[in-house]
């Protein structure tokens, strides 16, 4: 088969370059067409060589100038690797050129035919083997790019391209006094002879090969000798912006690939010292950067550092090296160019203005796809390439790498979820809304689509990727192109969906798994239930919310650590737009989302951790982690606890879940919280169960959840907002959980699960009939409410057994975690962790007291005299989870005893004896329905009494009362709400300053400081770039001498 | 025993331990009376209270809940005498020990609340400040008391491996150097002292603030509502004091015994309340956390040394 | 000959960047940016030179064996050649925006474009 050499990239751009000299101003039009055509016959070659080198069906071809071989001539390689890299590269240049349509039209033939010269420089950089070779055409794309760069108006333009111009100046000067003094010592400049000739070992031809790689390094605009690289991202086109960080960027960074060996393997390390460097660094700047296009010129360079790192560990990374660099890049690539295209669309300088682009939705979606495949979501091959990095350096011990990189991962999530978060919820009303180009919305909108293709393609080629269950996420993207239907459909849609779904899949699960299954999957279903009573079209919720029901389930259904993480971060990313939605959710959004991401790394760390030393990914790798099983367990439980909201990681949670919409909120509360419960679990049965090897983790995990509990109750007892309370009381609920599991015992494990389904149960009552109040009344704070029984009893009654059930007080379903707590907590030994919770749940009575009464019970505001009931769609839910609480109520045997014998597999020893309907332990007894029984019996006898000694009851009106010897008359004066718990907060108010808050806010203002400070280097003066270009040569040259 | 005569025993004990509230009640007022010099109401006061609240002519609702409030309370009173055994008789189904399947701690424990939740419920539907004032004052106690005699229980069931006030009670037979008072006397001290706050008399009578009138959740009942919350009220009084009984002070093995024993305890916290003045709330908190706290702490400490 | 041409060039180089780093006014860096150049290009003819050796242009004084000792290696020769084109180029382009930064600011002194901060 004989495919078009790739000589003709460079033939045919040429000529047709010559040729639009040729054709002068006047002929634009045609001018234009043609340049795209020449690029795309560019792309073509580049492609027909990406399909015969991918099948197999023909060899890698080799080009030879001039007739002679190497070294006496210039040869050309199109492998596999040049022709995808060269198919990026002249993809970008056919998008890139429709995408600046106008801009190039209007600056005439020139313009053009410097754009057509870039491209063919970065095309022949790719695929020359010859070192001059690539210096030359290194700089032709210099002159390119800086002829480019001054198409954009202003004297910005005009300094950032004189400072690039300067600096790349420079560097080439660097590169070539490298070259010619490896030429020199080996004699060739072709790269392969030069790697032969291994120069290494010659007596200064180390200072050639590394004065070559630092130049090519530097050309990447490695930190911090890139301000040069910044003014240009900020001052040029966007379109330039695109091909500078997807074209550009990508060709020099496959320069550095190819050439990296003529040092040997001697200076990987320090690429990747200096990759990690521009990594970190770089992101770290970003923080304080308001400017849209600087922002994406740090995390372009902070890409490029990771890239470098990669280069740096390929010999550690073997093979898999090309597979997670490619991931990394392309993702990169896609998506920055997307997101420099967008700039250019939205026209919004500040990241702020950004809000704008809610004005047309599906930028928004645009926006969120580039911005999460950046920081390595799933489904984007980021996602996948970052899961082999990490597994692979965890698994050679380079743990301090991992720790470093997601450090720098974590930083660029801050900003790009700050940026995304403005962009949703910022103020956008002053801001006038953007004109769009269909043109430009080609080339972006292309990008987006790619980024879940190749996400999609990418997915099965990591060892265990192939499993991955692609249906729920299919439903989600049905869903998703079905938004404009309205709430009625979608609704139906995905509650019918979620029945088939979980109808499927229940067989297939262990109990254990079962139960949590049953958690997300009916859970989801009564509250979706709720979602009829929203009018309208409630664009994107749909989408969202099966997003994280998505991957709740796939965290159940996970075999392998790989489908559990996916399932993490799917679930994670659909949670957040969830949360987002929330009128004011901005900064809880933000938090969120950083919480989640930070415990995420510390997963996937730890669950790196449990594959040292197995071939496999199955999820049985958890069990009896070898390699430093302490710090491995301890980072999965943090991970969880991130999720689980444990105090020191809770912050995110009151505003997260207070601000979410009516039925959001026990969506995230009652339901999202268990993934945290589950994956404790799933760890806690790794640590050996009952054997409990590390109890110094469960003990340490035991005290947390007991203060846990008491900062959260105490916390809600000082809320003035119905839904934080309930927040608030969620995070204690929590801590009562994982105290309960950590305590490695058959009751403490009862106790807690207990605690997992009546967790469910209630909370998603109480969250949903305050949701549908708060949605009736228009307000949060419970002092504005006040004596709704009467408009609303049904919602009373429900509330009234939500929180009994809650508080544990018999003979509601609560009292059973309380009794299994205290047997455990005998049984234990563990008496003040007991106490904590104890004491926790005599504090918890007084939020509860609170949210009934200043809710429902005392005075009935003016304005509220004509609400109606809560919406039938809140009560059907909410009165079937009632049925729930009941039916465990009354027979609280049918739930424990299967729980029991569902532990018993992993904690055999002191059990529950169960006879007939009474549970015995080892210190007493308790007979749940005989309870009940007894005290419904008292209640009706003592409620006949009454009624047979009043007679008619005469019915008095509100103000019927006498208070300070007067008959008062306004609701607001004689209704008790706020700040009802004054003489507590004196007593008490030393527990309540948030110290978590302020350290985490201390964290947060000093990484920003350090930004701010040190971004100060970069002080827009040409000549302090070149200096920092030569002071980086220095300092590398002496650390590696020295090193 | 057929359920029969169980119920009627049960009946007969619940009679008991009313008119035995009521006739404490009265004595503390006299006391009182009497220490301000006064002459005092005469000790069948309550009864002629009762008598005169249930037989008011006119009866005003404020709704369901006001209605039903006094229903739970009176409720939570009759139910933690059920689950309460009363008299050791030396079987777990004895005479006097109601419906208490060996009496469980824990049960006990959180019924209390039973009671008073539907009493916070209740008024709050009446809408008068005080009640709301009064109750938010009362579980704010209600937690401070709960800390210490938490670990003073935590610390008598790990005494006897326990949570069945029964088999507390049968350990404790055989003399008065048996009592936990005497084996386990830091439990015993907390309880002493947390008790003054869960039987509610001056210095901790803030929940109710009684002066010509009561000012407290209380407040916006009156007729028959208020006979049964003050029918109430004696049977808790009572219960309170059987429970501590039972768990510190070896028990009762007869009616009589029972009597005296729950006098004592009941007038330790008249005694004190005589003497010292009406706390804040928030002094009455951080008492709590203060010696009844520490003790506390001790009694748990012997244990898991 | 070869030690005093490698002095002079790195000396070029070096003086040129002592002016790219010094000196405010921009056509005077852009004379630096030459010198800089300049002095690469020295080096590079530098390292293809044999001593003794004479024109890389194969005829029968030189003949075919042992090519290589006798004449100078052609090839950097041929760089050198390049070099200075793509030198010319980028100084020829540094001068138009040093044009254009004037027509803009009226200023060639380079620490007024110092507007993109951080």
Known sequence: ?1043 | MTIYAKLGYTLLGLFIVLNWGFLMGATFRKIGARLAGRYGIPFYQPWLNLLKNISIRTTITHGIMYYIGPVFRLTGGVGLFLFMPMVFTGSPNGLWTNFSFEGDLILILYFQVFGMLGMALGAGQGGHPYSAMGIARGLAQHAAVELPLTLAFLSIAIQFDTFSVYKIVEAQQGGFENWILFTNPFAAATIILAMLGAMGHSPFNLVKAPNEILIGPATEFEGTYLGFMQSAGSILHVMEAVLFMNLVFGGANSWIELIVKTFLIYFWSVFVGMVFPRFKIEQSVTWFFKVPLLLGFLAIIIYSL | MEIIALITGFSLILIGLYGILSKRNIIKIIVGFSLFDTGLHVLIVTVGYIKGGTAPILDSVVGTTDVASKIVDPVPQALVLTAIVIGLGVTALMLAYALKMYQAKKSLDISDFKDMKW
Not at chain 1, 327 to 343: E, N, P, Q, R, T
Not at chain 1, 592 to 606: E, K, P
């Open chain 1, 1 to 1043: 088969m004989n495919l078009i050499s790739p000589i003709y990239i460079v033939a045919v751009s040429l000529g047709i370059a010559f040729f639009m000299g040729l054709l002068g101003n006047k002929a634009q039009r045609s001018s234009y067409l043609i340049l795209l055509a020449a690029l795309l016959f560019n792309t073509f070659v580049s492609l027909q060589w990406v399909f015969g080198l991918g099948s197999g069906l023909v060899e890698a071809m080799q080009v030879y100038t001039a007739g002679f071989k190497p070294p006496f001539s210039i040869n050309l390689l199109m492998g596999l690797n040049e022709s995808v890299i060269t198919a990026l590269i002249n993809i970008v240049g056919v998008l890139g050129a429709i995408y600046m349509m106008s801009s190039l039209k209007k600056n005439g033939t020139g313009s053009q035919v410097v754009f057509l010269i870039l491209f063919m420089s970065l095309n022949v950089i790719v695929l020359s083997r010859d070192l001059f070779n690539i210096f030359v055409f290194l700089e032709v794309g210099s002159i390119a790019l800086a002829g480019l760069i001054i198409l954009q108006k202003g004297t910005n333009a005009i300094s950032a391209g004189f400072k690039y111009m300067l600096a790349t100046g420079i560097i080439s000067g660097i590169l070539l006094i490298g070259i010619i003094f490896i030429y020199r010592f080996t004699g060739s400049l072709n790269i392969d002879s030069i790697i032969t000739a291994n120069p290494i070992l010659k007596q200064g031809a180390f200072v050639s090969a590394f004065l070559i790689i630092i130049a090519i390094v530097l050309e990447l605009k490695s930190f911090p000798a890139n301000g040069w690289g910044l003014d240009v991202y900020e001052a040029s086109h966007p379109g330039i912006g695109a091909i500078l960080s997807a074209a550009s960027a990508t060709a020099t960074y496959f320069v550095l690939y190819k050439i990296v060996d003529i040092a040997g393997s001697q200076l990987n390390y320090y690429i990747s010292i200096i990759g990690v460097i521009s990594f970190v660094g770089s992101n770290l700047l970003a923080l304080k950067q308001e400017n849209s296009k600087r922002l994406l010129g740090y995390s372009s360079i902070g890409q490029i550092g990771l890239l470098m790192i990669i280069l740096g560990f390929k010999d550690i990374l073997g093979e898999n090296t090309t597979y997670v660099a490619f991931g990394i890049l392309v993702s990169h690539y896609l998506a920055k160019a997307g997101l420099f295209w967008l700039s250019g669309i939205v026209k919004q300088k500040n990241i702020k203005g950004w809000a704008v682009i809610r004005k047309k939705p599906y930028f928004l979606f645009l926006m969120g796809t580039f911005i999460f495949a950046l920081i390595g979501f799933p489904p984007f091959p980021s996602f996948f390439a970052k899961w082999t990095l990490v597994m692979d350096l965890v698994n050679t011990g380079n743990i301090s790498w991992v720790v470093a990189i997601l450090f720098g991962s974590m930083m660029e999530a801050v900003y790009m979820i700050r940026w995304f978060g403005y962009a949703i919820k910022g103020e956008n009303e002053d801001i006038k809304d953007f004109k769009i180009d269909i043109y430009k919305i080609i080339p972006v909108g292309i990008f987006a689509v790619a980024l879940y293709v190749v996400g999609y393609f990418v997915a099965p080629h990591t060892e265990v990727g192939t499993a991955i269950n692609f249906i729920p996420l299919y439903f989600v993207a049905a869903i998703f192109i079905l938004d404009f239907l309205p709430v009625i459909i979608k609704n139906t849609l995905a509650i019918v969906g979620m029945i088939l779904y979980f109808y499927n899949i229940y067989p297939d699960l262990d109990n254990m798994r079962l139960i949590f299954e049953a958690i997300f999957m009916v859970g989801g279903i009564l509250t979706l239930i709720a979602g009829y009573a929203y009018k309208g079209k409630r664009p994107g919720f749909y989408p969202v919310a099966l997003l994280m029901y998505a991957g709740l389930t796939a965290i159940i259904e996970a075999q392998t650590t790989l489908q559990f993480f996916f399932g993490w971060e799917v679930m994670t990313a659909g949670s957040y737009f969830l949360i987002i939605r929330g009128k004011r959710s901005m900064p809880h959004g933000l938090s969120y989302m950083l919480f989640s991401i930070g415990g995420a790394y510390a997963l996937l760390t730890g669950l790196g951790m449990a594959h040292v030393g197995h071939a496999s990914f199955s999820m049985e790798i958890l069990n009896g982690i070898s390699y430093l099983p302490y710090l491995a367990y301890g980072l999965l439980i943090v991970g969880f606890l991130s999720k689980t909201a444990a105090l020191g990681l809770h912050i995110w949670l009151p505003g997260a879940h207070g601000e979410a919409e009516s039925d959001v909120s026990p969506m995230v509360s009652a339901i999202l919280l268990k993934a945290g419960v589950f994956g404790i679990v799933l760890t806690l049965i790794g640590m050996g169960a009952s054997n409990n090897q590390y109890s110094e983790l469960a003990y340490a995990l035991g005290w947390l959840g007991a203060i846990t509990a008491l900062a959260g109750n105490l916390m809600a007892v000082f809320q003035e907002d119905a839904k934080r309370l309930l927040a608030y009381s969620s995070i204690g609920q929590l801590g009562y959980i994982v105290l309960g599991l950590a305590m490695m015992t058959h009751l403490g494990w009862l106790g807690g699960f207990s605690y997992v389904i009546n967790h469910f149960l209630y909370k998603a009552v109480l969250f949903l009939t305050i949701g549908a109040v708060v949605m009736r009344v228009g307000t949060h704070n419970m002092y504005q409410m006040g004596g709704l029984i009467k408009r609303m009893p049904l919602a009373f009654i429900a509330v009234m057994i939500g929180i009994i059930a809650l508080s544990g007080v018999p003979p509601l379903s609560g009292f059973a975690g309380k009794w299994l707590f205290y047997n455990a907590i005998l049984e234990k030994g563990w008496y003040f962790q007991g106490a904590i919770m104890f004491f926790s749940g005599g504090i918890a009575f007084m939020y509860l007291w609170r949210l009934i009464h200043t809710v429902f019970l005392g005075q009935l505001k003016d304005n509220h005299r004509n609400v109606k009931e809560i919406s039938i769609w809140f009560l059907i839910p909410i009165y079937t989870l009632l049925a729930g609480i009941m039916v465990y109520s009354m027979k609280p045997q049918w739930v424990l005893q299967p729980l029991g014998n569902m532990i018993a597999k992993w904690f055999p020893e002191g059990q529950l004896q169960w006879v007939g309907e009474t549970a015995i332990s080892q210190y007493g007894q308790w007979a749940g329905s005989l309870v009940a029984i007894t005290i419904m019996g008292s209640f009706i006898i003592v409620l006949v009494l009454l009624m047979l000694s009043t007679r008619k009851a005469h019915k008095v009106k509100q103000f019927d009362i006498t208070y300070s010897g007067e008959r008062p008359e306004r609701p607001e004066t004689t209704h008790v709400a706020y700040n009802v718990f004054e003489g507590l907060y004196k007593a008490m108010w030393p527990a309540t300053i948030p110290l978590v808050e302020a350290w985490w806010n201390k964290i947060t203002e000093i990484l920003h400081n350090i930004a701010d400070v040190t971004r100060r280097i970069y002080s827009s003066n040409g000549q302090v770039y070149v200096a920092h270009i030569v002071l980086f040569i220095i300092v590398s040259y002496l650390v590696i001498i020295g090193g």
